[in-house]
């Protein structure tokens, strides 16, 4: 990813770090956030997308195959996040996020590809569609607050689906030794639920400017199973009115999969980019 995104929000966030006005605290007022119950957050994502991914039979996986180079799927895509926070008590809080990304692409590939064992040869027309799903809940707690801001931990549950189909030509054996091409869909479809540990901070520069950090991580190896996952988000929002805010901010997610057993499948996945967030709070 281009480093202009990044260099842009340390560009905003020093500068509303080092501004004498925004980093003396207003009295007679409200932090948002920090004060307030309800908080619904509707982004647009921006995203960069890299993914690898492969899936066999016989605890034998096929090709590993760069799906945006090999199977023509796009590497940037606008996705929809919607997050959500209650807290029911001055120190906690609980969080819901959600989002899905649909892509499809088709291209004619210039290497063999093993799926779930079928074999694409060279120059097959090949078909995909890749539909990955996330959510999570999780449980916060403020270990420090202040009335600026707060910081603290968080645990809870995220839950990615990675579904993808592949339709094209194969090599198909006809059952006497030799082999015929044939229209084939192959497909794999796996539901990952992984625990997270989290940090957190939210700090008002002043009420109405609010920079928000989190980052989740996982790394567990389980018999067949390996999985690790690292999200972090960065935001700067400013509310222009009681209960409504605008925010731009930077997501990266990070996630690797990998199950050796009967019918085994590997992924990794990468998104990162700019997003932009309607904030309402209550």
């Known amino acids: 990813m281009k480093l202009l995104p990044y260099v842009l929000i340390l560009f905003v966030l020093l500068a509303a770090w080092m501004s004498p006005a925004l980093a003396e605290p207003q009295s007679g007022s409200e932090n948002r956030v920090i004060e307030d119950d309800w908080v619904i957050d509707i982004a647009g994502f921006l995203a960069e997308i890299k993914t690898d991914a492969g899936a066999g039979t016989g605890e034998v ?11 023509g799927l796009d590497d940037h895509q606008t996705v929809l996040l919607l997050n959500g926070q209650y807290r029911f008590n001055p120190k906690h809080a609980l969080g819901v996020g959600l989002w899905s990304l649909n892509r499809s692409g088709t291209a004619l590939i210039d290497e063999q590809v093993e799926f779930e064992g079928v074999l694409y040869d060279v120059g097959a027309d090949l078909h995909t569609q890749f539909d990955t799903s996330w959510f999570r809940v999780d449980w916060r707690y403020s270990l420090m607050r202040t009335e600026q801001g707060e910081a603290g931990f968080s645990l809870g549950l995220s839950a990615y689906q990675f579904d993808i189909a592949l339709n094209g030509e194969a090599t198909v054996s006809d059952g006497m030794g030799g082999t015929f091409l044939q229209e084939v869909r192959a497909r794999q479809n796996v539901l990952a639920p992984v625990p997270t540990v989290g940090i ?3 700090y008002a520069f002043r009420p109405a400017l609010v920079m928000r950090v989190h980052a989740d991580f996982f790394d567990l190896s389980l018999s067949d199973l390996e999985g690790k996952l690292v999200n972090t988000s960065i935001n700067l929002d400013w509310y222009f009115a009681r209960h409504v805010g605008l925010g731009i901010g930077l997501d990266i997610t990070d996630i690797s999969y990998q199950d050796t057993g009967t019918d085994p499948f590997i992924v990794d996945f990468r998104q990162s980019g700019l997003t932009g967030h309607l904030l309402l709070v209550f």
């Open 61 to 71: 996986i096929g090709t590993v195959i760069r799906a945006e180079d090999t199977l």
């Open 200 to 202: 957190f901070m939210n």
